[in-house]
């Protein structure tokens, strides 16, 4: 890279946003955060600066807000890409509010293009899910797995994001995308000075094994161990927050350095292996050194039995690999976890 390129990281502040920014700074990316803190808070930001040993730039911002967006952000700073994560992610509360996921989650997205477009902004790149592939039939899911009816409306606002880039890129030929599906992000930076910070009683596995071992929690429940997988309870594919966060910065560089082969690209982040509910919680407590309470108990209504990437192209063509072993992810989880609560 010659001439430092600037990034907007649109939701910024947040669990992928805040070690995405670390690895774009570390990678010599210029940053600029743009949050409204509706789901996360100004620590995120702080744990960025202590790690980085630099203020950073940060605007408090609602992205659905086409005019606060332009006067506090697009008019004050230039962008050569936007990475786009200011959008809600909880899935069961997307079943009893879809209006809010509908709203906000197309809303920021609408704005956030047409901003680009206005102020020639090239590169985006988007956070889509695993989520868009519902239960695939064969497995690994690849990019081209034909993507199933979602199953919450979470869901549906990324299959409606992701096809709402595509007929931007093609209408307008200086654009360029890249969707990047996630798997099931988890852990934490090596620091432990920025991780996921969940609300409330929170849905997604590792946060609630973090707060079970903390003692915030009770009891883990693992939900159902009838699936049609080694011991019974469901696979995913677990992937390290520090390697989906460099996966962005690969994702820009392919556009920043003209390496895409498509106007608009999709790849999927994972690590390629299916992992169980009971083989993370036993790795946990290994790694650990401690005993988890947890009891099993029957299915989650909406899970899928079992998913994992390929990860093939994201290999071939961003050049990205998961690099992180799970042990070492599930440490890092649990060191951030004694960081959030004050435990020695
Ligand atoms: C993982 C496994 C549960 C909690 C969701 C979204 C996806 C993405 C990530 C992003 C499942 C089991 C969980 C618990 C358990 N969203 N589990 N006890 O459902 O694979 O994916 O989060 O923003 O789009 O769909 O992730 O972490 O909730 O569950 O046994 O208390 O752990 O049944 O098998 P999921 P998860």
Redesign the pocket.
């Given at each position: 890279m010659n001439k430092k390129k600037t990034v907007l990281v649109a939701g910024g502040a947040g669990f992928i946003g805040t070690h995405t920014t670390v690895e774009l700074v570390e990678a010599g990316y210029d940053v600029v955060i743009a949050d409204n803190l509706s789901n996360s808070d100004r620590s995120g930001v702080e744990g960025v600066e202590k790690i980085l040993g630099r203020k950073m730039a940060f605007e408090i911002v609602d992205c659905c807000n086409e005019k606060e967006l332009e006067e506090k952000v697009f008019s004050k700073y230039e962008f050569d890409s936007v990475i786009h994560f200011a959008g809600f992610?909880?899935?069961g509360e997307s079943v009893s509010e879809p209006l809010k996921y509908y709203s906000n989650n197309f809303m920021s997205l609408i704005t956030i293009m047409g901003l680009m477009k206005k102020y020639n902004v090239q590169n985006l790149v988007f956070?889509s899910?695993?989520?868009v592939y519902g239960q695939p039939d064969t497995l690994p899911a690849t990019e081209a797995t034909p993507r199933q009816k979602a199953n919450?409306p979470?869901?549906y606002t990324?299959q409606v994001c992701e096809d709402m880039i595509e007929g931007m890129v093609a209408a307008n030929p200086s654009m360029h995308a890249i969707a990047l599906r996630?798997?099931?992000?988890?852990g934490a930076h090596p620091s432990a000075l920025i991780g996921e910070l969940p609300r409330g009683v929170?849905?997604?596995?590792?946060?609630?094994?973090t707060q079970t071992a903390a003692g915030v929690r009770e009891c883990?429940?693992?939900?159902?161990d009838d699936y049609d997988t080694p011991d019974g309870?469901?696979?995913?594919d677990?992937i390290d927050i520090v390697d989906l966060a460099r996966a962005h910065v690969a994702a820009v560089s392919r556009m920043v350095d003209g390496k895409n082969k498509e106007s608009y690209e999709i790849f999927n982040v994972g690590t390629g292996k299916g992992v169980s509910?009971l083989e993370?919680v036993h790795l946990f407590e290994e790694v650990n050194n401690l005993k988890l309470n947890y009891k099993i108990?029957g299915?989650?209504p909406?899970?899928?039995e079992k998913?994992w990437a390929s990860t093939d192209l994201a290999n071939a063509e961003l050049g990205w690999k998961a690099t992180r072993p799970l042990g070492e992810t599930l440490k890092a989880a649990w060191a951030w976890e004694k960081h959030v609560r004050g435990i020695k």
């Open positions: 992610k909880a899935v956070s899910s695993a989520t919450s979470y869901g990324k996630y798997f099931n992000p988890i929170p849905n997604n596995l590792v946060p609630f094994i883990l429940s693992v939900f159902g309870s469901a696979l995913r677990y509910v993370l108990v299915r989650r909406g899970d899928v998913i």
